[in-house]
């Protein structure tokens, strides 16, 4: 059996006149080119003998697709978001004005204003993300009395969740967690991520018959889920 031979090293390459470093990798194991990108750049993995003409030839063939990655892949900085009064806030679909008031009494929401108790020098940031949290799961709540009679098994628990990548998750104890950023959403989308937890009542797999179960509880669930899809990232700036 021949010894395996590997090498790695940092090129450039000129594609549309505009330089761009990229990591060649060597093998005498592979028989075949493969681009790969991510957050630190364009790797090539390449045959052992393959002239470096013929690898920069398929990085020049690729060149839409692989500037189209590598844009894709640059992390997005985090909004500067102004905490202040008078600020704009995602809720249910709409937006809801702040209207900072002195400590004491109660938040409340009227007609399109948000009137939250902040202490003197205390967060505004802090105070907004804890009213979220708490009207989220209040929320969710009712949302879920309105599924409880279509369910062959009910949660033994709904909980919010601080989760970055998720909108929602379902234990096999049957602990049902939503993402508290989901009360920005509208009904519709609310009631898809719920029913899709549901369904793991059921089946805590995503198999056909996961999804009939999906569409049972939730007929309308396509409509929602593509809205979430496309306006999702937003709700993730807080």
């Not at 002239?51 to 990085?59: A, D, G, K, S």
């Not at 509208?186 to 995503?206: F, G, K, N, R, T």
Request: glycine residues 6%.
């Amino acid at each position: 059996m021949p010894e395996r031979r590997r090498s790695s090293e940092t090129r450039s390459v000129s594609l549309n006149g505009e330089k761009l470093g990229y990591t060649l990798k060597r093998s005498n194991a592979r028989r075949t080119l493969a681009l790969t990108i991510n957050a630190s750049g364009l790797s090539v993995s390449a045959p052992w003998r393959l002239p470096l003409t013929e690898v920069e030839r398929f990085i020049a063939h690729k060149a839409d697709w692989v500037r189209a990655k590598l844009d894709a892949a640059k992390p997005v900085p985090a909004p500067v978001i102004d905490w202040r009064d008078g600020m704009l806030l995602p809720y249910l679909g709409g937006q809801l004005h702040l209207c900072l008031l002195p400590q004491g009494g109660m938040a409340a929401v009227t007609g399109q204003q948000l009137g939250l108790p902040v202490k003197t020098g205390a967060s505004v940031q802090a105070a907004v993300l804890a009213w979220y949290r708490h009207v989220a799961l209040i929320h969710f709540q009712a949302r879920l009395r309105l599924f409880l009679p279509l369910l062959r098994r009910s949660p033994s628990n709904l909980l919010v969740s601080n989760a970055r990548t998720r909108w929602g998750s379902c234990t096999r104890a049957g602990v049902v967690r939503l993402n508290w950023r989901l009360v920005q959403a509208a009904d519709p989308q609310i009631d898809y991520v719920l029913a899709h937890e549901l369904a793991h009542l059921a089946h805590l797999d995503h198999s056909p018959a996961f999804w009939r179960e999906v569409a049972r509880l939730y007929p309308d669930f396509a409509a929602a889920r593509s809205v979430l899809h496309e306006h999702g990232q937003h709700y993730h700036r807080f």
